[in-house]
Nanobody, 115 residues
């Protein structure tokens, strides 16, 4: 059974940086395209960054140039480096595969950008 565990969130001032991590288990990680999603209260979860099994990355326009997704297949981990954070980046961040997600989601990690 797939298990996804996100970490690295926190409170940061506008313009600051955070690095999120996601550890996956129970899956053949290297064959999956993986993504970082975020969700705020009352809104649908959105995909903000993705990385294919071969390493091709893609970003939502709202984070392009500020966020960088990467993966370590040996460790079954995916990362999200977030720079120049803005208050509108405040959300709970999750990792999962894409375009079709696993039914199971991790607990997410809260990112709050505020002065």
């Amino acid at each position: 059974q797939v298990q996804l565990v996100e970490s690295g969130g926190g409170l940061v001032q506008p313009g600051g940086s955070l690095r999120l991590s996601c550890a996956a288990s129970g899956i053949g990680f290297r064959v999956y395209n993986m993504g970082w999603y975020r969700q705020t209260t009352g809104k649908q979860r959105e995909l903000v960054a993705s990385i294919t099994s071969s390493g091709t990355t893609n970003y939502a326009d709202s984070v392009k140039g500020r966020f960088t997704i990467s993966r370590d297949n040996a460790k079954k981990m995916v990362f999200l480096q977030m720079n120049s954070l803005k208050p509108e980046d405040t959300a709970v961040y999750y990792c999962n595969k894409f375009p079709r997600t696993f039914d199971s989601w991790g607990q997410g990690t809260q990112v709050t950008v505020s002065s």
